[in-house]
């Protein structure tokens, strides 16, 4: 994918109104820490546009950034972050859900997990949160150039043994050190996106 433009074009607090977009969103979920903003980052090739750090709960807010005009990419509040307060925790729960339910532009949920360790209750609920709502799952194993490349497949079956899904459920493991799996998780997005209108479609390369 071209990135030609990218926009933060709107934040979303717990009181916030959604957006009424007219243009696909693909949304990015995960636990904090796990590589939301930096895989968002790395989507709109930029080094750190979308805010990243070392201090989990970084992201409260639903962000909304505008890629090429033509979609946005959808950062959601991270959850599982132990330090945050449980009234705090489920506000931001109701926020996700809330947008899950409501987006009507919605394409595509990314859920992101840890290619290190086993997916958590939270990461199960999330991923049944996903389909029970009617979107198709797509997994991405983050942080790949943390392991060794001889515990690849033994990590994408503790994942999806985890998470509970089989060989039909896209998990695709990327690092956003190396970059590894971006191509993949662009072409994803431009197949999700790219809709019926073909003039309407991402141009691609
Ligand atoms: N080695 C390595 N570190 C990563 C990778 N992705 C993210 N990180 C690091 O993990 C930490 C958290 O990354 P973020 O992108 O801020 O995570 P997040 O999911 O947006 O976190 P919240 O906003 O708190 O929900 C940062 O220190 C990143 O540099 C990766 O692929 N490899
Ligand atoms: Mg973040």
Known sequence: ????????????????????????????????????????????????YARISAQPGKTQTINFYNINEAL???????????????????????????YLKKSRQLKCVFLLVDI????SANDR???????????EPVVIATKLDKIKRSQLQKQLK???SGLGIGSQVTVIPFSAETKQG???????IEQLTSGDDPDKAVQTD
């Open 72 to 98: 946005y990419y959808v950062d959601l509040p991270g959850y599982g972050f132990a330090k945050v307060s449980l009234a705090e925790k489920e506000k931001w729960g109701r926020m996700i859900e809330n």
């Open 158 to 160: 503790l994942v999806r």
């Open 182 to 188: 971006r191509d993949e998780i662009w072409d994803l």
């Open 125 to 135: 609920q999330m991923y049944d949160w996903i389909v029970h709502n009617g979107y």
């Open 116 to 119: 290190r360790h086993e997916p």
């Open 1 to 48: 994918m071209i990135i030609k433009t990218v926009n933060l074009e709107t934040v979303c607090g717990v009181t916030s109104r959604l957006p009424e977009n007219d243009k696909p969103e693909i949304a990015f979920a995960g636990k904090s820490n796990v590589g939301k903003s930096s895989l968002i980052n790395a989507l709109m090739n930029r080094k750190s």
